[in-house]
């Protein structure tokens, strides 16, 4: 006979909140059912071995297991990269940055956002294609590196004419960091998400793409319908109209 005090009642609230935040975000990035099939093959793990105690089938299993540690980090390199990134990220690590008075002044102010905001509605209406990634607190190095270095101030005119369809550089994304056009012609990760709706193209997959790898905001403009959508912690937020767009980047960029 056993007892069950707060204690207990406690941890078995944390570790089902762990399990929901980890299928959370495995189902952002397409695994859930594989996320599903390891618990499942868990949960036959202890009924196997603990209740029935069955040897054979029991000692098999437990093999599996003291393997499946580091064969869960190669299934699930992206995804464990994502959960400790979203862990430290902006909102995640506010508390920690107040307690040691760590003070970013990397952030972008609403002056800064206006040319961004100013180029989109200008790009919707010629219905020119575009794909701007926002860094906040992870840094997209590594995502810098697939393009063509820049290194400018924010300038309407200057996003204007990357994206132009006849510059070599308007097929990928730009990358924005600290009030500068870091790069121009990334490639960015491209989301397999079954749920994206058909009708809408590469752009949009790859800037869902990104936002699930980091804390970034990604912007689209549709070159087919001109329509401005934004991509945040795997979410598409469609068509949205240019004082949408600047209200959901100032708010987002605090």
Known sequence: MFSIGI???IDILLVAMLLYYLWRL???SSSANLFVGILVFIVSWIIVSRVFEMRLLG??????????????????QDDIRHFFSTIGSKRSASVLRKLFRIKRDD?????????????CMSMSKQRTGALIVLERSIGLKDIVQTGDTINADLNQRLIENI?????????????????????????????????????LGLRHRAA???????????????????????????????????????????????
């Open 7 to 9: 204690k207990d009642i």
């Open 26 to 28: 495995m189902k952002e």
């Open 59 to 76: 000692s098999i299993m437990n093999n599996v297991i003291s393997i499946g540690a580091v064969a869960l980090v190669v299934l699930f």
């Open 107 to 119: 952030t972008l102010h609403r002056t800064d956002l206006m040319p961004v905001v100013m180029a």
């Open 163 to 199: 994206f132009f369809k006849n510059s070599p550089l308007h097929d990928g994304a730009m990358i924005v960091s600290k009030g500068r056009i870091k790069a121009a012609g990334c490639i960015l990760p491209v989301s397999h998400d079954a749920d994206i709706p058909k009708s």
């Open 208 to 254: 869902l793409g990104i936002s699930q790898k980091s804390d970034c905001i990604a912007i689209v403009v549709s070159e087919e319908t001109g329509a401005i959508s934004t991509a945040i912690n795997g979410q598409l937020r469609l068509r949205l109209t240019a004082e949408e767009l600047e209200s959901l980047l100032t708010q987002e960029m605090e």
